[in-house]
């Protein structure tokens, strides 16, 4: 069935520095792709999205581009801050609308 | 986006007892889900609540376990039966297909916080 595959955690950053998660989806077609970031102790919420192949989604310095080629959708942030530490989850969208999520990637930020 | 609530945050609840999750959108949606995540987990999808008939659950959750209502386009709830310690999880509401937005992107309540003794 469908699915993604998301970099394992945690990731231990200092501030400003790069950051890069990893998400590969395999499909039967060409699923949305979502990333979803939950601070702690809340819910979910959503970071940014493509719905084609050559998307970029990009949301409060964070981005992702929907690679058909490589079936990826890599999050990144050029200078990561304190303020970002919280769980990130790939997700991909199937029929019907059900997401189907990664495992998520905990991100914790040193000032 | 919609903008979702859900009652209760959290509850401690003994075993063998039973549970209702509400969740109240702001708007009227096409579509509504229910997750569970573990704890340290993803999220896994319950069921999709279907306004004005029965669930569609998927695979391993069933109706008289996790009973699902749906009574309009804006409310749902969960219940969680005859509840045992593996039962203990963040259990979440999504909602997709309001007026403004399109039916492939949810969007999530804060969560109900179970844990049963």
């Given at each position: 069935g469908d699915s993604v595959t998301q970099m394992e955690g945690p990731v231990t950053l200092s501030e400003e520095a790069f950051l890069t998660i990893n998400c590969t989806y395999t499909a039967t077609g060409y699923p949305s792709l979502f990333w979803y970031v939950q601070y702690p102790g809340e819910g979910l919420q959503l970071l940014l999205k493509a719905t084609k192949a050559d998307d970029k989604g990009s949301n409060k310095g964070f981005e992702a581009t929907y690679r058909k080629e490589t079936t990826s959708f890599h999050l990144e942030k050029g200078s990561v801050q304190v303020s970002d530490s919280a769980v990130y989850f790939c997700a991909g969208g199937s029929t019907l609308g059900r997401l189907y999520f990664g495992r998520g990637t905990q991100l914790t930020v040193w000032p | 986006s919609a903008v979702i609530s859900q009652k209760p945050s959290r509850d401690i609840c003994q075993r063998g007892t039973s549970l209702t999750i509400q969740c109240q959108v702001d708007s009227q949606v096409t579509m509504m889900f229910w997750y569970r995540q573990q704890p340290g987990q993803s999220l896994t999808l319950i069921a999709t609540a279907n306004q004005g008939s029965e669930a569609t659950y998927e695979s391993g959750f069933v109706i008289d376990k996790f009973p699902i209502s749906r009574p309009n386009l804006t409310f749902s709830t969960l219940t969680v039966s005859n509840?045992?310690?593996?039962?203990s999880s963040i259990y979440l509401c999504s909602a997709a297909g309001s007026r403004q937005g399109s039916t492939d992107t949810q969007y999530f309540g804060p969560g109900t916080r179970l844990t049963v003794l």
């Open positions: - | 509840m045992s310690p593996e039962d």
